[in-house]
């Protein structure tokens, strides 16, 4: 995931670095060092799901590589200046402190990757439900005989081990209580180690007034999150509906739970882009009107990626995974006789087994048709090479999205490909993000200052 922003932001610097070699402006050079140690440092945060989009690097380093070498010196300039037309930067206080607020972002959409991965993880060993109690500012863990008791005593009065882990032993309870800490501790890791960054820039002045309301909603979204965990938890603690039922979290809860993971690490990472890459690439207007015609398409490409990961969360919340496994029928059919079942008709979208997992099957068809489509309109359009670069990864990560999905459908949900297949869902949505930001529009200042085409001497 990081590992393609790497890519993109790099190819970005080296342009950059073209210019500065004819202008030789000292804070031009001091911005490309801002985005060069940026990129690092977010490329080397999460390697989750670098494998997967790692030809994305490959693309890019065969694509007229001459073309990056040299953007406008307009460009350069609007970059370099926070005072030029129609360019807001988020960060004051010069190219050092772009960097840092820039490295903290990225750090921090990571460790949110990360905590999704590990919910997931949380969640296909049926860990969540182990801790039945739940304290904003935390507690330590058992750290005594008579302690693990106490806690294994509560565990054995909630529905879940009374219907499911009947017979548990201690050293097994102890593996599902440590997952659920970890997850738990994990989160407050996080707030602490955004807070904190956040305080210091603020103070230091670093942060727009623009930024910091960005920034302060992300983290009272982030401080939700507990409590919509355990809001999520608490009704996977109540009795469920029949004796042949056996306990789970509200697939509502669930799915509000994980959209809202979602919704911050995108937050996160579109900010952090905004700070280190202010410009998109743009060495021409031809590429300028390209990029607007990719975007139409792209929108409501990402859109149709979005509402299928949220579908994901229903089939979690449904273990919905754990039927219906076989592909392309499901069973001996191709549509279930009993998908509207429920009543009222709206249920079966979100709670009925069969329907949740047809309508993630057909949407899942539909993103890797959308995401086919847009690459079959745009290849022939005159963008720049770091967007068709970005096109084809997205490309090749739905496919490896899509199998995924199908494998951990024919076998029955493990944990290893289970945590895979959400883990790849954000990485399609980050690809998608980085698509939008790229493709964004330039500020007037650099539009200005744009050629009508590429010059084919650049070198």
């Known amino acids: 995931m990081f590992r393609a922003v790497g890519s993109v932001l790099k190819r970005n610097t080296q342009a950059f670095n073209g210019i500065a070699r004819g202008s030789a402006t000292s804070s031009h050079r001091a911005f490309t060092s801002k985005i060069t140690a940026a990129t690092i440092t977010s490329a080397s945060s999460s390697r989750l799901a670098g494998n997967s989009i790692y030809g994305l690097r490959s693309l890019l380093k065969g694509q007229n590589a001459s073309l990056y070498r040299k953007m406008s010196t307009a460009a350069a300039a609007s970059i370099s200046s926070e005072s030029k037309e129609g360019l807001k930067l988020l960060v004051t206080g010069g190219p050092q402190a772009r960097k840092w607020v820039g490295t903290w972002l990225f750090g921090s959409a990571a460790w949110v990757f990360s905590m999704v991965v590990l919910g997931g993880v949380t969640r296909l060993t049926r860990s969540g439900l182990s801790m039945t109690d739940w304290k904003f500012t935390g507690e330590f863990p058992p750290l005594s005989d008579e302690a693990w008791g106490l806690e294994f005593e509560k565990y054995k009065q909630s529905p879940e081990y009374k219907r499911v882990n009947k017979g548990m032993n201690l050293e097994d309870f102890k593996f599902i209580y440590w997952m659920e800490y970890a997850h738990r501790m994990w989160g407050r890791g996080l707030g602490i180690m955004f807070a904190l960054p956040f305080s210091y820039f603020l103070r230091k002045g670093y942060i727009t007034l623009r930024l910091g309301v960005k920034l302060s909603g992300l983290f009272a979204l982030g401080a939700g999150q507990g409590f919509i965990g ?73 859109l149709i990626v979005g509402i299928t990961a949220i579908s994901g969360a229903f089939v979690a919340g449904n273990d919905a995974g754990r039927a219906f496994n076989t592909f392309p029928k499901m069973g001996d059919t191709w549509i279930p006789d009993n998908i509207f079942e429920m009543k009222p008709l709206l249920r079966n979208f979100f709670e009925n087994t069969a329907t949740v997992q047809l309508d993630h099957r057909l949407l899942a068809t539909t993103t890797l048709l959308a995401i086919g489509t847009m690459w079959w309109f745009t290849r022939r359009l005159d963008i720049h090479p770091a967007v068709k670069a970005l096109i084809g990864s997205t490309v090749g990560m739905t496919a490896v999205q899509v199998t995924l999905g199908v494998s951990t459908l024919l076998s029955y949900v493990p944990v290893s490909l289970g945590s895979a297949h959400q883990a790849g869902a954000l990485t399609l949505l980050t690809l998608m993000l980085l698509l939008n930001h790229t493709l964004r529009k330039p500020s007037p200042s650099l539009l200005k200052s744009l050629p009508q085409v590429v010059k084919s001497n650049f070198s």
């Open 230 to 302: 355990w809001w999520m938890v608490k009704s996977g603690l109540e009795e469920p509906p029949s004796e042949y039922s056996q306990p789970r979290v509200s697939p509502y809860r669930l799915a509000a739970h994980l959209t809202s993971a979602f919704a911050i690490y995108c937050g996160l990472f579109w900010t952090a882009l905004s700070v280190v890459m202010p410009e998109p690439p743009a060495e021409s207007l031809a590429w300028v009107r390209g990029a607007a015609k990719v975007k139409k398409l792209a929108l409501p490409v990402s």
